[in-house]
C-alpha cells in the first residue's frame, strides 16, 4: 500500500518520516491546517500548508467535502488538541467539491439536525454522528460472530425467501414472479401461484427460527445473523420493516439456559464496544450531554452513555413472571391514575410497550427478562407449562428500548404442537418439514431473537431506530 491510514498514522512514532495519506476534507482553516478524515476513526489528521510555497490555484480546491492525497512528513504537533501533524510537501485533489454545492449539503460544517441528515443519508456517514453509529455498528456484528465462534456455536445461514409465516402474524412481504398486472387465475377466480416462480406463494422471511430449529437438531448450538422482513404498519422510532435479526438456537437448553445464553451474550458485545470503541462511545456520550443540555432536567438521562453501559454489564437482569409484572402494574400509579394508554385490568393482557418501559424505567430501573407469558398471546411454537395456560417465553426489556429480545424454549412434543397448530389454523402440510423434527429425536431446546439495530440503539445511545441502520425502510420510504 502507497499509504497509511488516519488511525495508524495517529498512532504512530515515526517522527521525521515521510508518508501519504488519502482522505475528505473536513475543514481547511487560514489557508494553512486540513483536517483530513479518512473514516477509519472519529479523529482527523492536521495537516499543516505551508501556503507561501505553495499553488494557490491548488489550495483554492482544497475545499471541505473534497477528496485529496497528502504527502508529508510526520512532526510532533505545537498546538493543542493533537499529538502529531503532517507537514504538508505536496496535494493532490482526488476529486473536487464545489463549495457553492457543499453549502447545500449536509457536508457544509453546521450542525444540522438528525431529520436532515435522514434525507441525505447517502452523506451523512461523512459526519462524525454517523461515522461513529456505523463504525459502532460494524464493531458490534464482528463481535456477535466472535461471542458464537468462541462459545461453539455454527453460523446457518437460514433462507430468505420461504413458504412459511414463522411468527404466525401474517405481516409479511409477497415474493412473486408474477405480472400483477394479469396473473393466471384459477376456476374460482383466485390467482394461481402453481403457476408462480417457485410453484406456490412465497414471501421474504419475518424470522429464520424455524429452519435454525432443524439445524440446531442436528449441529448442537447454531445462530442465525441476517436480514428480516415485516410489513407491519409500525411508524415509530423502534420499528424497520427490514432489520437484522440475530437468532440463537440449542438442542438440549431449557428456558433457563436460554435466559443465561442471551444475558451472557448481550454483556458480551457491549463489553467489546466499551473496550474497543473508546473514540467513537466518547464523542457520543458528548453529543448526548450536550442534547440533553436542552431538555428540562427532569427529561435527562441519569447516566452518561459509558455508565449506562457498564451497568448493563455489572448487574443481573432482573428476571420476572409475566404474572408478577402484571401484579406490579395493576398496583402501579400510572395505571391508577389512568396514564396508560392500555390500562391494566386483567391476567392475560399483552403488554405494551408504555408497560414495559414502565416496568424497566420506573419500577426495577435495570434490565428485566419477562418471561411464561399467557400462550394466547405468543406464538404456536412456544412450550405449553404445566398450567396450560402459560409457555416457556421469554422477553428482555432495557432502558429506553423496551423489547430487545423475544425467545422461548420450543414445544418439542409432536402431540402438543400439532393441537396448537389446529386450534391456530396453521395447516401441517405446510411445515411438514418442521413437524419431522419432533418425529425423528425431538429433544427440549431453546433460542431467541435479538433486533440488531436495536442493540446498535442502545450501544450508541441514539433514539431513533432510522439513525442506525445505512439506509432504513419503513412505510412509504425506500429510497437509496
Ligand atoms: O419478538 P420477535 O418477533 O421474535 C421472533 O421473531 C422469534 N422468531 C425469535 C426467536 O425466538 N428466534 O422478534 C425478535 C426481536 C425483537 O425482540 C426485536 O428486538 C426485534 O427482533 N424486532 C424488530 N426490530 C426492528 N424492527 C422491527 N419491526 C422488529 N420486530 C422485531
Ligand atoms: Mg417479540
Redesign the pocket.
Known amino acids: 500500500m502507497n499509504y497509511i491510514s488516519v488511525i495508524d498514522i495517529l498512532a504512530s512514532d515515526a517522527i521525521h518520516q515521510e508518508f501519504t495519506v488519502k482522505g475528505w476534507v473536513r475543514s481547511f482553516r487560514a489557508n494553512q491546517f486540513i483536517a483530513l478524515n479518512d473514516g477509519s476513526t472519529i479523529k482527523n489528521i492536521q495537516c499543516v500548508v505551508d501556503y507561501e510555497n505553495m499553488d494557490d490555484a491548488l489550495l483554492n480546491r482544497v475545499n471541505t467535502g473534497a477528496a485529496i492525497v497528502v504527502t508529508g512528513v510526520l512532526e510532533e504537533s505545537q498546538g493543542a488538541g493533537q499529538r502529531v501533524e503532517i507537514k504538508v510537501k505536496s496535494i493532490e485533489i482526488e476529486g473536487d467539491a464545489d463549495p457553492e454545492d457543499v453549502k447545500l449539503t449536509i457536508l457544509s460544517p453546521k450542525r444540522h439536525t438528525l431529520e436532515k441528515l435522514r434525507e441525505q443519508a447517502h452523506l451523512r456517514v461523512r459526519t462524525n454522528t454517523f461515522g461513529a453509529i456505523m463504525r459502532m455498528r460494524s464493531k458490534l456484528s464482528f463481535a456477535v460472530h466472535q461471542y458464537f465462534n468462541e462459545n461453539g456455536f455454527f453460523q446457518a445461514h437460514t433462507p430468505m425467501i420461504t413458504g412459511s409465516d414463522?411468527?404466525g402474524a401474517g405481516e409479511m412481504f409477497q415474493v412473486t414472479g408474477l405480472d400483477l398486472n394479469n396473473p393466471p387465475k384459477k376456476e374460482d377466480g383466485s390467482i394461481d401461484y402453481s403457476q408462480d416462480f417457485f410453484g406456490k406463494e412465497t414471501n421474504l422471511t419475518?424470522?429464520g427460527?424455524l429452519e435454525?430449529e432443524t439445524y440446531a437438531l442436528g449441529l448442537g448450538k447454531v445462530y442465525t445473523f441476517g436480514p428480516?422482513f415485516?410489513a407491519?404498519n409500525?411508524n415509530t422510532s423502534?420499528?424497520?420493516?427490514e432489520?437484522w435479526?440475530i437468532?440463537p438456537?440449542v438442542a438440549f437448553y431449557d428456558l433457563d439456559a436460554n435466559m443465561d445464553l442471551a444475558e451472557d451474550f448481550i454483556k458480551y458485545v457491549i463489553k467489546y464496544v466499551l473496550d474497543n470503541c473508546q473514540d467513537d462511545l466518547e464523542f457520543l456520550e458528548k453529543r448526548l450531554i450536550d442534547e440533553d443540555k436542552k431538555k428540562p432536567q427532569a427529561e435527562r438521562a441519569t447516566m452518561a452513555l459509558r455508565e449506562k453501559l457498564e451497568f448493563v454489564i455489572n448487574n443481573n437482569f432482573k428476571r420476572v413472571s409475566y404474572t408478577e409484572a402484571i401484579a406490579i402494574l395493576r398496583n402501579s400509579k400510572p395505571n391508577k391514575k389512568k396514564k396508560f394508554k392500555y390500562l391494566i385490568d386483567e391476567w392475560g393482557a399483552d403488554l405494551q410497550s408504555e408497560h414495559e418501559r414502565y416496568l424497566v424505567e420506573k419500577h426495577f430501573e435495570c434490565p428485566v427478562i419477562l418471561f411464561d407469558y399467557p400462550a394466547n398471546i405468543k406464538?404456536f411454537y412456544m412450550r405449553l407449562n404445566e398450567d396450560g395456560k402459560t409457555v416457556r417465553a421469554m422477553?428482555i426489556l432495557f432502558p429506553g428500548i423496551g423489547?430487545?429480545?423475544?425467545?422461548?424454549q420450543r414445544e418439542e412434543r409432536l402431540d402438543v404442537l400439532k393441537e396448537k397448530m389446529a386450534a391456530l389454523d396453521i395447516p401441517e402440510e405446510e411445515l411438514w418439514w418442521y413437524l419431522d423434527t419432533r418425529k425423528f429425536g425431538t429433544c427440549i431446546h431453546s433460542?431467541?431473537?435479538?433486533?440488531f439495530?436495536?442493540l446498535v440503539l442502545f450501544a450508541t445511545g441514539m433514539t431513533n431506530?432510522r439513525d442506525v441502520i445505512p439506509y432504513p425502510r419503513f412505510p412509504g420510504h425506500a429510497e437509496f
Open positions: 414463522a411468527e419475518v424470522s427460527q435454525a428480516t415485516r407491519e409500525s423502534r420499528h424497520l420493516a432489520f435479526m437468532e438456537e406464538a422477553d423489547e430487545i429480545v423475544g425467545g422461548s433460542g431467541f431473537g435479538l433486533g439495530e436495536r431506530i
